[in-house]
């Protein structure tokens, strides 16, 4: 079996042809990619800026606890300031009342103390 230029000629068209498509398909599929790349782009960066703002919620929400948790404090220290003035002043108004003094400072240790208000 005799292989003859034409045949040889042919073959190799073949084979160009085989790789020019590859090469055309390649591209494609190269072009398609960086397509889908580019479309998805802001919907990847809505991601991270989302990831950060529940990371900074988080932050607040921690924050606020804190806060809520000291103001609860704070009002627990003003009740005990104000029982401890209004029995000064009964006392200075009157003079005799030095019961209602011990227990206020009874309770001012307690809370001293303690952290507990009556």
């Not at 591209?27 to 397509?35: C, E, M, R, S």
């Not at 607040?60 to 103001?71: N, S, T, V």
Request: glycine share 4%; charged share 25%; hydrophobic share 45%.
């Amino acid at each position: 079996m005799e292989i003859g230029f034409d045949e040889i000629q042919v073959f190799l068209t073949v084979l160009l042809a085989i790789c020019a498509s590859v090469s055309v398909i390649g591209g494609a599929v190269a072009l398609i990619a960086k397509l889908v790349q580019w479309v998805r782009k802001p919907t990847i960066e809505n991601a991270k800026t989302l990831e950060e703002f529940e990371s900074f919620l988080a932050n607040d929400k921690r924050k606020i606890r804190c806060l809520e948790e000291q103001a609860e404090e704070t009002s627990k220290q003003n009740k005990l300031m104000m029982k401890a003035l209004l029995a000064l002043l009964r006392h200075e108004i009157n003079g005799n009342n030095y019961d209602k003094l011990a227990v206020i400072s009874d309770e001012m240790n307690d809370y001293l103390i303690e952290g507990q208000v009556v």
